[in-house]
């Protein structure tokens, strides 16, 4: 049995606190699959989870941290063996299973992809959910059939984790791209991933007219709340506009308006659940799309002690990009 550092959420009838704790294998969940965890990240999830500003655990202890890249050390899982390098994005883990906040996991192999050779675990990482969510956005606006050629693209929350990959990405697949942040100092970060544009964020963060001046063909929204609204009713006919994130709010007090008059098209994405084949092909196009020098604008590498208290951080809107973490 060997001991290892985790990230525990504990909860008892003083609520739930997320403190390091030394653990042995022998506490950790079912699995066919063995890793030593080499890096994880922090999402906008994971802060909520160990600042409980939302039920995002579904269960308790957790070890919170819904990425994670490592080495198989034992496998009964028919596609793994020891030795292989892979990478682990949602599926529960971190919420319903335990996750990437530590030096070890056990997890089921159908959760797991096989790293790209392009790909080192670190890179795995900063790139991790963010990356994957903002690879699903840019595939389903590409499946709607959308092209650079119809217009311009707008990314809201733009210096986050997801809306830095979506500028990336999407700048990557010729999108003349307008990036909307909160952020006003970050424009030249914003620039320098391929922003044409930078538009502030209090433009849409107020109840607007049902429709607006057309300016976008496509988007990329991870806010919601009324600046997806907003977004929605600037629009042009027939463009369509990938919803991802919730930093803004849950709600959606909008009108149907572009839907009916533009023929504009809202496509919900999601991440979570494990649809292998959509994650293989986003992960194959991450690899080939984005070079190293890429990844490492976006992101930053922290140790595990920094851990905790970046992950509180990001709930108050302090990260920029993505923040890796070594378990090493
Ligand atoms: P980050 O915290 O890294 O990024 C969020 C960004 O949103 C911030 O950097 C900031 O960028 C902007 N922002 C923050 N607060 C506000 C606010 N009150 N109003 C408007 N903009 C704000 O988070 P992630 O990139 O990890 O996640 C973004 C969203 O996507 C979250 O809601 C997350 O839950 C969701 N998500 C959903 C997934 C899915 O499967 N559907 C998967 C992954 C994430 P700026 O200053 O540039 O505006």
Redesign the pocket.
């Known amino acids: 049995m060997t001991d290892f550092r985790a990230i525990r959420i504990d909860k008892d009838d003083g609520g739930a606190r997320a403190a390091y704790v030394e653990m042995r294998e022998a506490e950790l969940m079912e699995g066919d699959v063995d890793l030593d965890v080499a890096f994880s990240a922090?999402?906008?999830?994971d802060?909520?989870a160990v600042t409980g500003k939302a039920p995002v655990v579904r269960r308790f202890p957790m070890i919170p941290g819904i990425d994670l890249a490592g080495r198989v050390t034992r496998s009964a899982h028919a596609d793994f063996a020891p030795g292989d390098l892979v990478v682990a994005t949602?599926c529960g883990v971190g919420e319903a299973h335990f996750g990437g906040f530590a030096q070890k996991a056990r997890l089921s192999g159908d959760w797991l992809v096989k790293l790209p050779p392009a790909l080192t675990p670190a890179r795995a990482m900063a790139i991790g959910?963010?990356g994957?969510?903002a690879m699903?956005c840019l595939l389903a606006l590409e499946r709607h059939g959308l092209t650079p050629r119809d217009g311009d693209a707008v990314v809201?929350?733009?210096?986050?984790?997801?809306?830095?990959f979506a500028v990336a990405l999407l700048a990557r697949a010729g999108w003349r791209i307008a990036?909307?942040?909160?952020?006003p100092a970050?424009a030249d970060y914003?620039k320098r991933l391929g922003a044409a544009d930078i538009l502030a964020?209090d433009e849409?963060?107020a109840p607007g007219r049902l429709l607006q001046t057309q300016r976008f063909a496509a988007g990329v929204d991870?806010?919601?709340?009324a600046?997806l609204v907003n977004i929605l009713a600037q629009t042009r006919f027939d463009g369509a506009i990938a919803?991802?994130?919730?930093?803004?709010?849950m709600e959606f007090a909008g009108s149907v308006a572009p839907f009916i008059l533009r023929g504009v098209s809202l496509l919900?994405?999601?991440?979570?659940r494990p649809r292998m084949a959509l994650r293989r092909a986003a992960w194959a196009r991450l690899a080939q799309d984005l070079d190293g020098d890429a990844i490492d604008a976006m992101s930053e590498i922290v140790s595990f002690d920094q851990a905790l208290e970046r992950a509180r951080a990001?709930?108050t809107?302090k990260?920029?990009?993505?923040v890796v973490i070594d378990l090493g």
């Open positions: 922090i999402n906008y999830k802060g909520l949602g959910t963010a994957v969510t699903f809201t929350g733009a210096s986050g984790g997801v809306g830095s990036a909307v942040t909160g952020h970050e914003l964020r849409f963060s991870t806010v919601g709340g600046t919803a991802c994130g919730n930093v803004a709010g919900g994405v999601e991440s979570v990001i709930v809107d990260i920029r990009g993505r």
